[in-house]
C-alpha cells in the first residue's frame, strides 16, 4: 500500500492523533511555561540558589523519556495525565534557563536608572526586565515547544495517542508507512511550531531593541 | 536643602561613609569629588534611598527622607547615571514620561511636558520623539537622561557622573546645557564627578571627599585658593599652576624692604661713608623717633656740605612718598611722571617702610607673571 492511499484511507484518525498531538505540546508546554517562567523570575532574586536548580533541572532533562514515562507509568498509571507529566517536566529547563538568562543579562543601567526613578520592584520587572529579556524567554519557549513535539511521540507508549500511535504501531507491525504516517507530520508540526513561534519573537521584541536595518 | 546628619555607611568590616555631615542649600549646584572609592557616589545614593545609611539621618527640607517610601521619594528626586539607562524598548517620548506616568499624570500633560521638555535642549519634537535610544548619539541620549530626571518637575537632581562616557565635545556641551537649565529652573543639583575641570566649571560648591569623609566643603574659588589637603592639591593640579597670583595691587607690594636709613643727627662724613660701604648715592634721613624726614644725597653734601654739620642741614623734603596701603598705582604714576628714581613707602606713623624702585618694580610685575624670581 503506498502512502498516499494509507494516508487517506486513515485520514479521520490521523487529524484526531494531530489534535491530540497539539493538544499534547500545547497543554505541556502551556505549563512548563507558567511553571519556568516565575520560578526563573524568582531565581533572579535569589541567585545564590540559581545553580542548584539550574543543575537539577538539567539532570531531569539528561533522564531517558522512556525511564520517565516508565516512572509516570507506575505513579500516575496509564493515559494522558502522567504524558502531560512528563511532557510538561521536560519542557521546563529550557524556559526556565533562558528565563533566569535573559534577566541576569538585563543590563544593571536599566534597572538602576528604574529604581532610581522611582519604580516599584514589580514595575522594574514588569516595564523593564521582562521587556528586555522576552526574547530569550520566548525563544526558550521555541527550543522547548521543539523538544516536546518529538517527546510527545513517546507519549502513545503510555495511552496518551497522539502521533505516536502510529509510529509505536508501525514499529510493531514492521510497517514502515505507519512510521512515517507518525513522523512526516511530527516533523511538520515541529517546523510550524518553530516558525510561528519565531514569528511571534520578532512581532513582540521591542522596537528599540530589533537590529536596524 | 538637603541635610546629612552623622550619615554613616558600613559593608561588613569596609566603611564608606564616616560620619559624614553637610547642607546643601537649595537651588545649589553642588559637585561631590574625590578619588575612587572616596564614597561619592554611596552619598548621592543615599539621599535617594537606593543606600540606606546607618547610623545617620539625611534629611530633605526639614524632613526625614525615611518618613516616606523611598519609591516616592525617589518619583520626587530626579536622577541621572553615567551609563544612561534609557529604557531600550521605549521611545525617546515614552522614555522622557516614564516618571509622569508613574505618578499617573494625565496624558495631554506627559505630551505638554514632553514637548517642552525637548524644546529646551533644541531637540524638535516632530525629529526625536518617536526615535529609540539606539537611533540616537551618546550625546542625545544623554540629554534625553537629564529630560527624564527633570519630567516631574523635581527640586533637586542627582547626577552620577553623567557626562562620564561622552567625548570632551560633546561633555562640554552637556556641562554648559545642565548648567543652563540648572539656573533657569532654579534645581538643586548633586553631581558626582572625578573630573576636576568639570567640579570647577560647573559647581557652586564642591565638596571633596576621601575614604568617606569630607575633606573641603568649599567654592572653586575658595578651594583654588586654599586647598584644604594635598590630596585636593593634586586633584586640582594644572589649575593651580595656571592659576596666576593675583596681581600686586598696594604700594607695599612692590617695594622692596631693605632701605638705609640715616640719623638726622649724623655728621656729613659718616653718611659719605655709610653711602660709600653700601653703594648708593642717598639715604633716607629720619629723626629720634624714626620718622620719615626727608632723604639726602651724595651730590648734595659734596656741592654745599661742610665737615661737622649735621645731615638734616642739607636735607631733600621734595623725596617722592606714598603710603604703604595706598594704590600701587599711584606709587608708579608718581615714579613714571618724575625724574626720581624712586619712592619711599611710608607706615601709618610715617616710618620708613620701605622702597620702590625702577628694578623692585620690575621685580614684583615679575613674581606675579611667572611666580618668584631670584634677585
Keep these: 500500500m503506498n502512502l498516499t492511499t494509507l494516508f487517506l484511507a486513515n485520514w479521520p484518525a490521523i487529524a484526531r492523533s494531530l489534535a491530540t498531538h497539539i493538544m499534547l505540546v500545547v497543554v505541556s508546554v502551556g505549563l512548563g511555561t507558567i511553571t519556568a517562567i516565575p520560578l526563573g523570575i524568582v531565581l533572579t532574586r535569589h541567585r545564590r540558589f540559581a545553580p542548584a536548580v539550574l543543575a537539577v533541572a538539567g539532570m531531569i532533562q539528561t533522564i531517558p523519556g522512556l525511564v520517565m514515562l516508565g516512572f509516570a507509568l507506575v505513579l500516575l498509571g496509564i493515559g494522558t495525565v502522567p504524558a502531560l507529566a512528563v511532557l510538561t517536566i521536560y519542557s521546563i529547563l529550557p524556559i526556565l534557563q533562558n528565563t533566569y538568562t535573559g534577566i541576569s543579562e538585563v543590563s544593571p543601567a536599566y534597572t538602576d536608572a528604574a529604581k532610581g526613578i522611582g519604580m516599584t520592584a514589580m514595575q522594574v520587572l514588569f516595564k523593564v526586565e521582562l521587556p528586555l529579556a522576552r526574547e530569550t524567554i520566548i525563544s526558550g519557549i521555541r527550543i522547548s515547544t521543539v523538544y516536546i513535539v518529538s517527546w510527545a511521540t513517546l507519549a502513545g507508549m503510555i495511552g496518551a495517542g497522539g502521533m505516536g500511535d502510529w509510529i509505536w504501531t508501525g514499529l510493531a507491525t514492521y510497517n514502515t508507512g505507519y512510521i512515517l504516517i507518525g513522523a512526516i507530520p511530527s516533523a511538520l508540526l515541529a517546523f510550524a511550531f518553530s516558525a510561528a513561534l519565531g514569528g511571534l519573537q520578532r512581532l513582540l521584541t521591542p522596537r528599540g531593541l530589533r537590529r536596524q536595518p | ?375
Design chain 2, 1 to 375: 536643602m538637603i541635610e546629612f546628619r552623622n550619615v554613616t555607611k558600613r559593608y561588613g568590616a569596609v566603611t564608606v561613609l564616616d560620619d559624614v555631615s553637610f547642607t546643601i542649600k537649595s537651588g545649589e549646584f553642588v559637585v561631590v569629588i574625590g578619588p575612587s572609592g572616596c564614597g561619592k557616589t554611596t552619598t548621592l545614593r543615599t539621599i535617594n534611598r537606593l543606600i540606606e545609611p546607618k547610623p545617620g539621618t539625611v534629611f530633605i527640607d526639614g524632613k526625614d527622607v525615611t518618613l516616606q517610601s523611598g519609591v516616592e521619594l525617589r518619583r520626587s528626586i530626579g536622577y541621572v547615571i553615567q551609563q544612561i539607562g534609557l529604557f531600550p524598548n521605549m521611545t525617546v517620548e515614552e522614555n522622557i514620561a516614564v516618571v509622569p506616568k508613574l505618578l499617573k499624570y494625565p496624558p495631554e500633560e506627559c505630551r505638554t511636558i514632553v514637548h517642552d521638555l525637548l524644546a529646551l535642549v533644541n531637540m524638535p519634537w516632530d525629529e526625536y520623539a518617536h526615535k529609540y535610544p539606539n537611533q540616537l548619539s551618546g550625546g542625545q541620549q544623554q540629554r534625553i537622561g537629564v529630560l527624564r530626571a527633570l519630567a516631574a518637575s523635581p527640586p533637586i537632581v542627582l547626577m552620577d557622573e553623567p557626562f562620564g562616557a561622552l567625548d570632551p565635545v560633546t561633555r562640554e556641551g552637556l556641562q554648559e546645557e545642565v548648567k543652563r537649565i540648572q539656573k533657569k529652573l532654579k534645581k538643586t543639583i548633586v553631581f558626582v564627578t572625578h573630573d576636576m575641570d568639570e567640579a570647577l566649571r560647573l559647581a557652586d560648591t564642591i565638596i571633596f571627599m576621601d575614604k568617606g569623609k569630607i575633606l573641603q566643603m568649599a567654592s572653586p574659588e575658595e578651594m583654588l585658593h586654599k586647598p584644604a589637603d594635598t590630596l585636593i592639591k593634586n586633584f586640582l593640579g594644572r589649575h593651580i599652576e595656571e592659576e596666576t597670583p593675583s596681581a600686586p595691587k598696594r604700594a607695599e607690594e612692590f617695594m622692596k624692604k631693605r632701605v638705609y636709613t640715616v640719623n638726622e643727627n649724623v655728621k656729613t662724613l659718616q653718611s659719605i661713608e655709610r653711602m660709600r660701604k653700601r653703594e648708593v648715592n642717598s639715604l633716607v634721613v629720619i629723626d629720634d623717633e624714626e620718622r620719615y624726614l626727608g632723604t639726602v644725597s651724595i651730590e648734595e653734601i659734596k656741592r654745599r656740605g661742610k665737615a661737622g654739620r649735621a645731615v638734616s642741614e642739607y636735607l631733600n623734603t621734595d623725596t617722592l612718598t606714598v603710603n604703604r596701603n595706598s594704590d600701587a598705582k599711584e606709587a608708579l604714576d608718581k615714579l613714571l611722571a618724575s625724574t626720581e628714581n624712586y619712592v619711599i613707602v611710608l607706615n601709618d606713623d610715617r616710618s620708613v617702610a620701605g622702597i620702590i624702585t625702577r628694578t623692585s618694580t620690575a621685580k614684583a610685575l615679575g613674581e606675579a607673571l611667572w611666580g618668584e624670581i631670584e634677585a
